[in-house]
């Protein structure tokens, strides 16, 4: 699906960002820097934004029609290529506003599912990507084959006809039902992998997109996996071995980020890959507190997590990027509502003794001090207890 959404030549798409927010709907202060981020993730040049305030959607074109009108000039003005909306279209929408504006009509759904198709490198991943485009596109082929019928792509292309659109919902049907076979497949080998490893509890890394999981893990595990400013870096789960102080070795995952309305079949699709969080015994939901947008990124969180049927899993809040906070008065409005949460700067390891000392009491293992004598050739016993236990001091006879 995301080769519709090229240009022939190098330069990037350039994009109009429109946003239809309901009357009774409570907005952030920028309600489209969200989505600036996702286009500009997705390799998009964004031209100019639209914003418009009504009772309810326009069954026909989503937007008013005076706004449309406005929306056709924008992309007349800036030989705007794509409009990206902030809301979920239906095919019929979507199809009336590209005639309308005279330019391709994403949605937020269908953007989400493009930057996780450019990013999925696992074969897991790209099975269960596959499997959400496909469910997304299957009523949408009518107008995909519209565009594919615009381009210049020789004969044989202009017109495929409602034949040819059955045979493709077919070949789509069947797609669908063997990629959900083998990610059934994926599923049951990645519950075997996490139940023989169950030696040590795991502890699950979530988040919001862009909160900081990657570089959380970076500095606990002296791990080296990618850590990104940008949103949806990670789309795989990667786990491991965490030798927390006065506990033993744990099991850190982090994968998928979670965005706010992250489309339900994405959260499917992915079930596999999430299985280690759906199985871990700790969360440690990680929220970027300099974001003004904090409290709805951590409200998406907990809506994903209920999707996943785990929201009632013992959690610790952490609130990072602490030292990119400007003003304390910030932190304090969040340290209000969640008095519980754990301020850390992952960056600079600031708070990490803290977030260590509370997940050794949430995993709730009783200690005993113990002296112990080893025969210094015993390599074996001095790596259990290494592995099982914290080691404060060591003497050599």
């Given at each position: 699906m995301r080769e519709l959404h090229q240009v022939q030549d190098d330069s990037p798409e350039r994009s109009i960002l429109a946003r239809l927010i309901l009357s009774n709907q409570q907005v952030e202060a920028d309600p489209l820097e969200e989505l600036h981020g996702l286009a500009t993730t997705a390799g998009t040049e964004v031209m100019d934004e639209l914003v418009q305030r009504r009772p309810s959607?326009?069954?026909?074109?989503?937007?008013?029609?005076?706004?449309?009108?406005?929306?056709?000039?924008?992309?007349?003005?800036?030989?705007?290529?794509?409009?990206?909306?902030?809301?979920?279209?239906?095919?019929?929408?979507?199809?009336?506003?590209?005639?309308?504006?005279?330019?391709?009509?994403?949605?937020?759904?269908?953007?989400?599912?493009?930057?996780?198709?450019?990013?999925?490198?696992?074969?897991?991943?790209?099975?269960?990507?596959?499997?959400?485009?496909?469910?997304y596109s299957l009523p949408r082929l009518k107008r995909m084959w519209t565009h594919l019928s615009r381009q210049a792509m020789g004969v044989g292309m202009r017109g495929p006809g409602e034949k040819q659109l059955e045979v493709d919902r077919r070949l789509a049907q069947k797609r669908i039902h063997d990629l959900k076979q083998e990610l059934s497949k994926v599923e049951q080998r990645r519950e075997r992998q996490v139940k023989a490893r169950k030696e040590s509890p795991t502890v699950s890394l979530v988040g919001y997109t862009n909160a900081g999981k990657s570089t959380l893990m970076n500095a606990l595990t002296e791990a080296d996996v990618?850590?990104?400013?940008?949103?949806?870096?990670?789309?795989?789960?990667?786990?491991?071995?965490?030798?927390?102080?006065?506990?033993?070795?744990?099991?850190?995952?982090d994968t998928v980020g979670f965005i706010r309305d992250l489309p339900h079949s994405l959260v499917a699709s992915f079930k596999s890959t999430l299985e280690e969080t759906r199985q871990a015994e700790l969360l440690l939901h990680v929220?970027?507190?300099?974001?003004?947008?904090?409290?709805?990124?951590?409200?998406?969180?907990?809506?994903?997590?209920?999707?996943?049927?785990?929201?009632?899993?013992?959690?610790?809040?952490?609130?990072n990027k602490i030292d990119a906070i400007r003003d304390p008065a910030t932190l304090n409005r969040v340290l209000d509502r969640y008095p519980n949460a754990i301020t850390v700067s992952a960056r600079s390891c600031k708070g990490l003794t803290l977030l260590t000392e509370a997940v050794g009491e949430a995993l709730g293992r009783e200690f005993l001090d113990l002296e112990i004598d080893v025969d210094a050739a015993d390599g074996r016993l001095l790596a259990f207890l290494a592995a099982k236990g914290e080691v404060v001091s060591q003497t050599c006879d």
């Open positions: 959607a326009d069954h026909s074109t989503y937007l008013g029609k005076g706004k449309v009108e406005e929306l056709r000039l924008m992309v007349e003005r800036h030989d705007a290529d794509l409009v990206i909306f902030d809301n979920d279209l239906s095919p019929a929408q979507t199809r009336n506003l590209e005639k309308a504006v005279g330019a391709k009509v994403l949605d937020r759904t269908e953007l989400i599912l493009d930057i996780f198709a450019a990013g999925a490198r696992t074969y897991e991943s790209r099975l269960a990507i596959e499997l959400a485009q496909l469910e990618l850590a990104e400013d940008k949103l949806f870096a990670t789309l795989d789960t990667r786990t491991r071995r965490w030798q927390l102080p006065g506990w033993g070795t744990v099991l850190l995952s929220a970027d507190a300099s974001s003004p947008t904090v409290f709805n990124q951590i409200s998406a969180v907990y809506s994903v997590l209920k999707d996943l049927g785990i929201e009632e899993k013992d959690t610790l809040l952490i609130l």
